[in-house]
């Protein structure tokens, strides 16, 4: 069984779909949705649709901060994300947002855990940018593996014999055992908005067989995305970043 | 974990078992035979005890991750992997032929002997790293031998343990990886132990801090190798496997070898005593760079290591102290790099009066990037052509040898580069085919660059073969051909 994950797609219609037409290459018999199909931008119709449409088909798909935001409360967002969970809110109809509010917290495949931020509350939205972070996710689940998005950009965290959480790097294309002494946690980067410093889509494929994940990357065309984010009149950071990758 | 009783006469996984054939502390090997499987095969079992040490478990997963994803004559090929829930193993072919333990005992050994096996061991060290993996559990009985070279090596002439070379057959084998560090993947075995990871007489000293990512610390361990097989004594004892008995390793220099062994010559101990720098950025570059000192013992440049007479103890403890080693870990990208910064570049130069043109237009084109990697090594070639039947005179008239003024006229080009000698070493080759004979030291001293000048592009010689088109076809590595522009009149024609 191959999975396909991805993260943090958020309106970007470019990213998405370069990454679709490269699983094609992968041989995948699955995809997973591990959140924030929306918010920064210009695309949230299409992309909401889209994912929709792959749910129908089987794909799996948790809920982000970004999705649960467009029903429920913006408040305790950044000014710039909150003005483009108001923009997005008015390009969506009642289906959409229905989808949106609608998707689990969590999902479970076997030994895989899907969730969007972090294992130890679901709606908690922490982020996993270090040991503390990861240790706290992989001790609140009896799964082998956990996948989570939210902090864009790609890591890969195991808990050792010792009990401390160890950050591994990954290296794009290159497929890494999941070793079985270990439990893992893997950071997916972001499908629309990059933060390490690469402007490429990433993903991530899982394969359950052999026990193992491949981190991706896959160039689109985010100029114009960034003309998209400019033409709608949404916050310049977010046009900026898709240019610089952070 | 469930486990099986292996006996010969079973079988795991379509693998018949057959006999044992070495019992250690860590592991099991048994013959295998499996259908279809031509290749002699034996299988590793680690010795799992009750109460199942997770860091051997551990170190054996490592082991099994990293091993497939080796290929090349210094490592086994592999043919199967048990997994864990059922009966750990790993499948490999069988080296015939016996580890570097039982010679290693004999230490002392002759001198020709040790730089053979440290040119061979450091040639597999070079291939290992070239694929992101590092050793660091290098010891004579991890080393093996294959029964027969794969290509017989060429040496500079007046150099050749021919009798220390049949001995050990051909190619060195490593043959256990379970300390050992992918760099492309997660190391496992980080932060497991609370005690550094290798084996106590052969330990870097980064080792002892805890870092695995420098594939320096496999030039250490050889360097402890090709000091106890020359001297019978090993440079830091037998210490306790503590961190507290390692430390020491941070700041002890040890005993030069020819305190012990007089008739070491000052480049064996310029080579053993830079492998064995605390520091790895005083070690060699590569462990490519490594192996090609040890096949030109003549051109090594000699510091003060090679004539050092004392263990300045004292001064190592206390500059140990007051200049604590330099914790921060190396950036995981420097060492990716590092194999293609210090690369080993081969230019061949015609030195004949109608080549002088080009053999400018050859330098500038090295000292430019010789520039961009400063850890690079540049071997200065030129052939002498020898009639293909009977013998030459190699003597002028006057009875200087040939030879020597071309050695002459190499050094004399190259001196407007002003490198440093350890950078830069010269070799003129006799034979009757020029561009085999460039190929062949190419071969030999595993170059990664080589840049020849071609004369003309037109006429004749495009029918009948030029040196440096020889060269572009047949060589493995990157070749670099300059051409002397030609004047805008001839161009055009």
Known sequence: ?246 | MGRMQLQTGTTLDGFVIGKKIHQGGMAEIWEVTKDGIEAPLVMKIPLILDGDDPTMIVGFEQEQMILPRLAGPHVPKIYGLGDFSIQPYIVMERIDGESLLKRFKEAPIPLAEVIDLGAKIATALASLHAQDVIHLDLKPSNIMFRPTKAFSAKVDPGFAPENASERHGGEAVFIDFGLSRHLKLPDLLAEEFRVPMGTAPYIAPEQVLKLREEPRSDQFALGVLLYTLATGERPFGNPKHTTKALIRRLYEAPTPPRLIRKDIPDYLQEIILRCLDVKPERRYPTARQLAFELRHPEQVTLTDRATREKTHWLKNMLAGRLNPYDKAPLSRLESYRHASTAPIMMVAVDLSSEGVPLAEALRDLVSRLLVTSPDSRLACVNVLKTARVGLDTLMEDDGTSIHVKRLVELKNWAAEMRLPPERITFHVLESPDPAEALLTFARNNHVDHLLVGARGSGGVRRYLGSVSTAVVAEAACTVTVVRKQAAEDEAEA
């Open chain 1, 1 to 246: 069984m191959r999975i396909a994950l991805l993260a943090d797609i958020h309106a970007n219609r470019e990213a998405f779909e370069a990454v679709l037409a490269r699983l094609d290459k992968h041989r995948i018999d699955q995809v997973a949705l591990l959140g924030d199909i929306v918010g920064y931008g210009p695309d949230p119709a299409f992309c909401t649709e889209k994912a929709m449409e792959l749910v129908e088909r089987g794909a799996l798909g948790v809920i982000g901060n970004h999705d649960a935001a467009i029903e429920g409360d913006s408040s305790d967002m950044n000014s710039i994300a909150r003005a483009a969970i108001d923009w997005s809110r008015g390009r969506l109809d009642a289906e959409h947002r229905r989808f949106l509010s609608g998707l689990p917290e969590t999902l479970r495949v076997g030994d895989a855990l899907f969730v969007h931020a972090s294992a130890r509350s679901p709606r908690g939205w922490e982020y996993i940018t270090g040991p503390q972070e990861a240790e706290r996710s992989l001790r609140a689940t009896d799964a082998r593996f956990t996948f989570v998005g939210h902090v864009h950009k790609p890591q890969l965290w195991r808990l050792t014999g010792l009990g401390v959480a160890i950050g591994h790097e990954p290296i794009t294309g290159f497929e890494i055992p999941l070793a079985k002494s270990f439990v893992w946690l893997g950071v997916i980067g972001a499908v629309g908005q990059p933060r390490d410093g690469s402007t490429a889509a990433a993903f991530a494929i899982l394969d359950l067989k052999r026990q193992s994940i491949q981190f991706e990357r896959v160039p689109y065309d985010h100029f114009t995305t960034c003309r998209k984010v400019r033409e709608a009149g949404l916050p310049e950071p977010l046009a900026t970043r898709l240019l610089r990758g952070r």
